[in-house]
């Protein structure tokens, strides 16, 4: 324990109030040297335990130290081998960042001061504490980026615009520097260019599938001057080995520097919350769920994308933490099959190639594609910043530009480049992804043979199970009671939804059970 020879109030100490003291401790955050400056705090001058935790909180954040706020949870950046992350602050971490930033001490009978270690009940309560001093952060970013009014945002920690850290080589931020306000026709066509020639080899299948790569690109760079959600981007071949993967790692190794870290994922909803809440959590730029192999109908991940947070209980927290989706979700799979609810929230960037074994490709432009993005990030990062520049000179034109359900800022912002830039086909492929559900096709086959059988009369339930059983809209290794309950589910979701033409709807009772007519719409 530290003795301070300080001596009671007449020395100019504050009861129960806080100062500041002649003590710096050096803080090493990436490639920035920080000073952090501790606060006294005489403990036991302070017998309500709530403005004890409100003097360490208030030390916290004044400190300098690394320690913000998501959604009323405290956090902490932290560096690590994988890069910098954001991480929840439980007790013992909350502890060490409270000695950090705060020295308490106990008034002795003999009117020294003794430093003690924060005491542990204060640093709970802080925890528990509604009130939150800590400056909001909603994620880590690895290179510049643009916020409102195409402004870029180029400077190392954390920027209070746009709640980000960014933590980038001085290099990258360099790279962000003298960018033309107006910038002329030749510099536009000299980024797309560039970034065109990373995607050179990659056998896109229409123009909109190279869209929504660059897309992809900008939505990374520009999140935060985006208003609401990003919907996600699926990458789909019909065939291994086309480049799927590879496509998505160009894309997040211009923005990151680094290797793509894909996110496990599960079918299993209550494991997929967990994940993907930890993954939000950390302040991620990217979700990358790659090459996906089951049936993806996520509930959860729908929520997510639409709703922009989600819940669940932490380590250390008896509480539910509400964790900010600032993240870009991307896909991967061959031929994917996904419910018509996730479909809806994807942008399709499809690859198609003529070989039957893409993988035994040789004839690249550029072989070594990730020593070629190496060499050229600064100025790949530097093309996209021009690109979003060429919207502001375009004053912001969005006319024409096509607009996606749940998703319009997000439309409006990067169509507006994209248009701005000359890049054609955006959104135009969305209607193509809608096909990849399977159970949407043999609910229509269903339909279409249930009007063909029956031609609008009333029916049970119970009547259409041989044919639903057909059809594989119920499971036939379970009983019939559970596949009729599953039939009846089903018929009610689907109600007065229009499917080949033809519309189901629920008609009267018939003893206690519904019944329900096909009728042709059109």
């Known amino acids: 324990m530290k003795m301070l020879d ?74 690590t081998e994988k890069g ?98 107006v910038p002329s026709d030749a510099e536009v066509r000299d980024s797309i260019q560039l970034i065109g020639e990373v995607v050179y080899d990659f056998p896109f299948d229409t123009p909109a599938d190279k869209a929504g790569y660059y897309a992809l690109l900008l939505t990374l760079i520009c999140r935060p001057m985006i208003t609401g959600q990003i919907p996600a981007f699926m990458v789909q071949a019909a065939t291994p080995g086309t480049g799927k993967s590879l496509l998505v790692e160009t894309a997040i190794k211009i923005i990151t520097g680094a290797g793509a870290i ?23 730029e990217y979700i990358l769920l790659d090459n996906i192999n089951f049936r993806l109908k996520s509930a959860v991940l729908c929520e997510v994308i639409t709703a922009g947070s989600l819940n669940a209980r932490i ?45 035994s490709r040789t004839d690249f432009k550029h072989p070594d594609l990730d020593l070629f993005i190496r060499e050229n990030r600064p100025a790949l990062i530097r093309a996209a910043l021009v690109m979003t520049q060429a919207w502001a000179a375009a004053e912001w034109d969005t006319s024409g530009v096509r607009v996606m359900g749940s998703f319009e800022g997000w439309s409006r912002t990067i169509g507006g480049i994209l248009k701005a830039c000359g890049i ?39 009547e259409l199970l041989p044919m639903a059983l057909r059809h594989g809209l119920v499971d036939s290794r379970k009983p019939e009671s559970f596949q ?15 499917h080949g033409g033809i519309k189901v709807i629920k008609s009267t009772e018939q003893q206690g059970n519904l019944t329900w007519k096909a009728l042709k719409v059109h």
């Open 6 to 79: 300080e001596k009671g109030p007449a020395a100019g100490r504050l009861h129960g109030a806080q100062k500041e003291v002649d003590t710096t401790i050096p803080y090493q955050g990436g490639s920035v040297n920080c000073e952090i400056s501790r606060t006294e705090i005489i403990v036991n001058e302070i017998p309500e335990l709530h403005e004890r935790s409100r003097l360490m909180l208030e030390a916290v954040a004044q400190s300098g130290r690394p320690v913000y706020q998501m959604d009323g949870t405290p956090v902490r950046i932290k560096h």
């Open 424 to 462: 054609p086909g955006f959104l135009e492929n969305t209607a193509d992804i809608m096909d990849s559900d399977s159970d949407a096709e043999n609910w229509t086959a269903f339909i279409t043979e249930w009007y063909r059988e029956h031609e609008g009369s009333q029916v049970k339930a119970r």
């Open 84 to 181: 910098t992350r954001i991480e929840p602050v439980n007790a013992d971490a909350m502890r060490h960042e409270i000695s950090q930033s705060a020295c308490c001490l106990k008034e002795l009978s003999d009117g020294s001061c003794k430093e003690i270690d924060p005491p542990i009940d204060a640093v709970r309560d802080a925890l528990a504490s509604a009130w939150m001093p800590l400056a909001p952060i909603n994620g880590v970013a690895c290179h510049p980026v643009v916020t409102d009014g195409c402004k870029i945002i180029s400077r190392y920690g954390y920027n209070r615009d746009t709640g980000l850290f960014i933590d980038a080589p001085p290099d990258i931020l360099q790279a962000a520097h003298n960018i033309p306000i």
């Open 315 to 359: 380590l250390g927290y008896s509480k539910m933490v509400r964790a900010i989706n600032n993240a870009t979700f991307v896909l991967t799979s061959n031929n994917p099959d996904m419910s018509r609810e996730v479909a809806r929230r994807c942008v399709p960037i499809t690859l198609s190639c003529d070989l039957e074994n893409p993988a």
């Open 484 to 498: 009729l309950r599953s039939l009846g589910r089903l018929f009610s979701r689907k109600r007065n939804t229009v």
């Open 262 to 284: 894909p996110t496990a994922f599960t079918a299993d909803e209550e494991e997929a919350r967990k994940i993907l809440h930890a993954a939000l959590l950390s302040g991620c």
